[in-house]
């Protein structure tokens, strides 16, 4: 149980165009979801945490109006990354966070998607 | 704000060697989550300590939660080349949001 999703695995893009990422748990309702971007060989780093109907609260440092974020259910939360550059190019991971007794604080990863901007 | 220091950076071992990475925080967690991530792939989750002292074990792994729940430790005995990849901790303090620290990328010698 407790899996998550992300699409697509891999992207590539020119600069300058919008690239979404969308991210689903499967099997379990979370209200909240994470996004992280991993820079190679670096740790996870929070971009945002985006809570179903609500606005994300982005980490210090994230544009809001670069990455946007939509949480519209409590299964799906997507992340836009607009008028993309070379800069951008990363590996974006979503985590949800389980609402089953038990798990607690417990986050789920998605396989990740790794963006590449030519 | 919170920060989690985690260290060695890179462990190299040899297969059957013991291997150990501290995780350090800032201030004091509520929680203190481990993940592994395998060469290109994501984070999995390993365990969560809640409990100040609490002693964990998943088989060769050992985890463990500091007195004072500002430290954590994950202990592999007899390493195998299954054991590669980056061991990850992170925080949790109060909230739902995790702090992660750099991990440990350990390399396993056949």
């Known amino acids: 149980g407790a899996v998550v999703s992300q699409h697509p695995s891999w992207v590539i893009c020119k600069s300058g165009t919008s690239v979404k990422i969308e991210c689903r748990s499967l099997?379990?309702?979370?209200?909240?979801m994470f996004w992280y971007r991993q820079f190679p060989k670096q740790s996870l780093m929070l971009m945002a945490t985006?809570?179903?109907?609500?606005?994300?609260?982005?980490e210090q440092g994230v544009e809001k109006d670069k990455f946007l974020i939509n949480h519209a259910s409590l299964t799906l939360s997507t992340l836009t990354v607009t008028s993309a550059h070379p800069e951008d190019s990363s590996f974006y991971i979503c985590?949800?966070?389980?609402?089953?007794?038990?798990?607690?604080?417990?986050?789920?990863f998605g396989p990740g998607t790794r963006l590449l901007v030519l | 704000g919170q920060q989690v220091m985690q260290i060695p950076q890179y462990q190299h071992v040899q297969e059957g060697e013991d291997f150990t990475t501290y995780c350090n925080s800032s201030?004091?967690?509520?929680?203190i989550q481990w993940y592994k991530q395998r060469p290109g792939g994501h984070p999995v989750f390993l365990i969560q300590?809640?409990?100040?002292?609490e002693v964990k074990k998943q088989k060769r792994l050992t985890f463990q939660f500091g007195e004072a729940k500002k430290n954590s430790s994950l202990h592999i005995t007899a390493t195998q080349t299954t054991d590669v990849g980056t061991y990850f901790c992170?925080?949790?303090?109060?909230?739902?949001?995790?702090?992660f620290g750099k991990g440990t990328k350990l390399s396993v010698i056949p």
């Open positions: 985006s809570n179903e109907g609500s606005k994300a609260t982005y």
């Open positions: 201030t004091t967690l509520s929680n």
């Open positions: 099997d379990f309702q979370a209200t909240t």
């Open positions: 985590s949800a966070r389980s609402l089953l007794q038990g798990h607690q604080e417990t986050q789920y």
């Open positions: 300590l809640v409990k100040s002292g």
């Open positions: 992170a925080g949790g303090a109060g909230s739902y949001q995790l702090t």
